[in-house]
């Protein structure tokens, strides 16, 4: 069954072609039908794929010459891990459930054709990213998500900070493509393969063809260099700033996109080729710190924000720290395991989210929400299945893939990652549980026009939901000791163990749903009880920290003024120079030009005399001087 | 005795004469005579060497008469487009045929 | 700068046919009136045909009396009977133009005249005996018109027959719509 793998990304590429043939008039049953099965296709073989690799193990990867340039010889092909048999179900899932979701949140949109076919696009893109065996097919998947990324988020262009966000997310995951790109070419460089297997290869034998610098620094530096790459497609610090902005976008979009699926590829990447990263402690040490801080710092921001799918953003981002930090503290069964369960639980968050956005009239804004339980129950429930799984309660998922991780970080010795990972564990469980209280519980702070007409969205809304919502119960329990942590013998199947792996340790998972549960009374008590005001906390003597974490700790102004300000200032130079310098020369020859013949043109009289007299003239002087030259007549 | 030189001389000095008519007369028929005078002077030319020449042959009264003929058959077309011009433009004037400046 | 000329009549009728010829073409120049021009013009046409008997071109010297002097002559003067030939050439303003004129003109004159009579050409010396001594000229020139020129000839005569459909085309008045 490996053997078709390709077939995966293949459904959903020729169901974006069916779709662009069709047109932008396509109607909608018709196009969400055509997309749906293709997906749901892809699902099917997936799960065939899952099995077969569950049974055979891992397999060589299925490569074909695609063209040589001078002496470099360049493959494509498609291989089946474990760990890409399990992205694929995870990725066609969603991917299914979201686009039916689609239906209902995308009804009547003008381009409602268009935002399919841009979503099949992606999908694509993500699958042959996840079943690519060589970095440079990965680039280049890598981009396309970007790309399609960028489209989706600016789907809806005509507003202002749609097109801003687009731009921006666009612009910042750039910048960590650079570094990947630079690391890729080194790569290629130093061991003269792309392909996967050969470079691990390189990297164990640390033999390089680069002089310039020793081998253990050229994999520190590659893999810090392959690292950034994904630290600007997962949103790491300090590249994060794009994610919550891409809220913009249609929130199926989040969903798939900036919190299931591609935001993981950094994540995937880093875990497809830990080798590489491996095989440097400092680069690892990196990872591990660069996570730790980002899943600190996006906690402490999305305590504040007021926008719920802002705070869910922050929630993905936290949760990509989560994952990264894990890499970094080579707890990689931990760290992909917790990439599955988060992309379960984070698109039944966003799903849920956006039917609360579509049934109040497009606001995402928490103060104007509230007391929708009783008029969303179904969401509010799949809402809260959610919130558990990501404050980490047990049995949901993310209680056992988040106890992994702090087991991981504890058992690897970096006590301050593991504080780190502690207070934010306490955090998340707030956040979530305070935009649950502020939008189920309580009286309806909107219009009360909006309130009455809130009702749920009809079964293609609430499929994926209550589906969403099964898999965020059942699918924490893969990996838990009660089923003998399949999922890691799943993992390791036909191939080596990487990075560590710990007994389970109930103290330790007593002491994470411990400090989720302090979260959650805390959020209870802030905004349910309300026996702690938060207008209190926030304009009393808390206020700076509130002042900061509502302002995402102003790194936006500062990347503004630090970055923006300065390269405008270089641009308005250059526009200078350009105007007045460059543009000038070029005038000066056109406007020289033009006065030279306003000059000129007065010679042309029309007098046929002048014309004659001219040439007499001329022949006069020119004959004389030849006649002068040879001496007279010879 | 008659020589080469005075029939060139004179030949030259017709030619100029012809020139400057050409060059600075206004009425376009006497730019057309002068323009006849200056070939008038390279027949003389051409006559000179043909009986004076090298090799006297012939041969030069022959080029004269295609010039003469020639040289009528452009008088003929020149008037013509005097005349049309004329028609048109109510004047003879070479100055006022300035349709081709700037 | 005639030395050693001989004095005969050949010599003596040159030097007063080319007195006419220059007197003529400087009137043509001087005349105010456009007809006494043309009138001029008829002179040069003529004194030109007496050089041309003097250089023994006897055909050509009867051809240019009958197309020049008589027909274009002619012609002439009828164009300028149709166009304003009342009317005076304005007198000379000097500008640039005429000052130009004569000294390119002169220039160029005076350049022939040194190539002619300074700049050590050895010219071919005139024998006595004509070189066509008794022989008939219009014979001659028929023989070589019609056996070594033929072509040349005929393609002349296309071209005037072209040059009198076109200058009829020309000056025929265009009818009006």
């Not at chain 1, 470079?199 to 520190?220: G, N, R, S, Y």
Request: charge should be neutral; aromatic fraction near 12%.
């Amino acid at each position: 069954m490996v053997q078709n793998a390709w077939l995966i990304p293949l459904f959903p590429l020729v169901a974006y072609l069916l779709l662009f043939v069709l047109g932008r008039r396509a109607q909608e049953g018709i196009v969400t039908g055509i997309s749906v099965l293709a997906a749901l296709a892809g699902f099917i073989v997936s799960l065939l794929i899952l099995s077969d690799v569950n049974a055979n193990g891992a397999q060589a990867p299925y490569v074909f010459h695609w063209l040589t340039v001078g002496q470099h010889s360049l493959s494509m092909g498609y291989e089946v891990t474990p760990l890409n048999a399990m992205m694929l179900t995870v990725v066609t899932f969603i991917s299914t459930l979201v686009l039916l979701f689609s239906k209902g949140y995308m009804h009547g949109d003008e381009r409602y054709s268009v935002f399919y076919q841009y979503l099949n696009l992606f999908i694509f893109s993500m699958l042959g990213l996840v079943i690519s065996p060589n970095l440079l097919q990965v680039y280049m998947f890598w981009e396309l998500v970007g790309l399609c990324s960028f489209l989706l988020v600016g789907f809806w262009y005509f507003k202002p900070e749609a097109a801003a966000a687009a731009k921006k997310a666009f612009i910042v995951t750039r910048i960590g493509d650079v570094g990947l790109f630079i690391g890729i070419v080194l790569i290629y460089v130093a061991t003269g393969t792309f392909e996967y297997s050969g470079v691990f290869e390189a990297f164990q034998a640390k033999k390089f063809a680069i002089d310039w610098i020793t081998p253990d620094h050229l994999i520190t530096l590659i893999g810090i260099l392959v690292f950034i790459g994904a630290i600007g497609k997962s949103a790491q610090f300090p590249l994060h700033t794009w994610l919550p902005d891409a809220m913009e976008g249609p929130t199926p979009v989040s969903a798939l996109i900036h919190a299931a699926t591609m935001v993981a590829a950094g994540v995937y990447l880093v875990a497809r080729a830990f080798p590489i990263f491996e095989a440097s402690p400092d680069t690892l040490t990196v990872i591990g710190i660069i996570g730790g801080i980002t899943a600190i710092f996006a906690a402490l921001i999305g305590l504040t924000q007021n926008d719920i799918k802002r705070v869910v953003a922050y929630s993905t981002v936290s949760q990509l720290g989560y994952m990264v930090m894990a890499l970094g503290v080579s707890a990689y069964t931990a760290s992909t395991f917790h990439l599955m369960t988060h992309a379960f639980f984070k698109a039944l968050l966003f799903l849920a989210s956006g039917s609360v956005i579509h049934a109040i009239h497009h606001n995402q804004d928490l103060r104007k929400m509230g007391g929708l339980w009783k008029k969303l129950p179904l969401t509010g429930w799949t809402f809260l299945v959610g919130a558990l799984a990501l404050s980490g309660i047990p049995p949901f998922a993310g209680f056992w893939s988040k106890d992994e991780i702090l087991l991981g970080a504890y058992n690897s010795g970096h006590y301050v990652l593991f504080t780190l990972a502690l207070i934010a564990a306490f955090c998340t469980a707030f956040y979530i549980f305070r935009v649950f209280f502020m939008t189920f519980t309580g009286e309806f702070r909107g219009e009360k026009d909006v309130y009455d007409h809130a009702h749920e969205s009809g079964p293609v809304m609430a499929i994926p939901l209550v589906l969403l919502s099964i898999m965020a119960i059942v699918v924490g329990f893969l990996n838990s000791p009660l089923m003998n942590n399949a999922f890691e013998h799943f993992l390791f199947k036909g191939g080596e163990e990487i990075g560590n792996v710990y007994e389970a340790n109930w103290g330790m998972a007593g002491l994470a749903t411990l400090v989720a549960l302090l979260g959650i009374g805390l959020a209870y008590l802030m905004y349910k009880k309300q026996s702690i005001k938060p207008e209190n906390l926030a304009n009393g003597a808390l206020r700076p920290l509130y002042q900061l974490s509502l302002n995402k700790f102003y790194v936006d102004e500062l990347y503004h003024y630090v970055i923006v300000k300065p390269v405008v200032w270089i641009g308005h130079i250059l526009n200078f120079i350009d105007k007045w310098i460059v543009d000038g020369i070029v005038h000066l020859f056109g406007e020289g030009t033009l006065i030279g013949s306003l000059g000129l043109k007065y010679s042309q009289n029309g007098q046929v005399q002048t014309y004659g007299l001219v040439t007499l003239v001329g022949a006069v002087l020119l004959i004389g001087f030849a006649m002068y030259a040879v001496g007279g007549v010879k | 005795m008659l020589s080469v030189e005075q029939f060139l001389t004179l030949g030259a000095i017709l030619f100029c004469i012809g020139l400057f008519g050409a060059l600075t007369k206004r009425n376009i028929i006497i730019v057309l005579v002068s323009v006849e005078l200056m070939l008038t002077a390279v027949n003389i030319n051409l006559l000179t060497f043909a009986r004076f020449g090298l090799t006297p042959s012939i041969n030069g009264q022959i080029f004269t008469l295609f010039v003469m003929t020639i040289a009528a058959a452009e008088v003929a077309v020149g008037l013509a487009i005097l005349i049309a011009l004329y028609r048109n433009r109510n004047t003879s004037d070479v100055r006022d045929q300035d349709l081709m400046k700037w | 700068m005639f030395s050693g000329l001989v004095i005969t009549g050949q010599t003596v009728a040159f030097f007063l046919i080319a007195l006419f010829l220059i007197a003529c073409g400087v009137m043509l120049l001087s005349m105010k009136k456009v007809i006494y021009m043309a009138i001029s013009i008829g002179g040069v046409f003529i004194g030109a045909a007496a050089v041309y008997i003097l250089l023994e071109a006897d055909f050509l010297a009867f051809a240019q009396v009958l197309v020049y002097a008589g027909a274009i002559t002619i012609m002439l003067l009828f164009a300028i009977m149709l166009t304003k030939h009342d009317e005076l050439e304005r007198p000379a303003v000097i500008t640039a133009h005429p000052v130009w004129s004569v000294l390119g003109t002169a220039g160029l004159g005076l350049i022939v005249l040194w190539v002619v009579k300074f700049s050590g050409i050895k010219w071919p010396q005139a024998t006595a005996d004509s070189p066509f001594q008794g022989q008939d000229n219009v014979k001659m020139i028929g023989e070589s018109l019609f056996s070594q020129y033929v072509i040349p000839f005929e393609l002349v005569s296309v071209v005037l027959i072209v040059a009198l459909v076109g200058a009829i085309t020309l000056a025929n008045k265009e009818e009006k719509n």
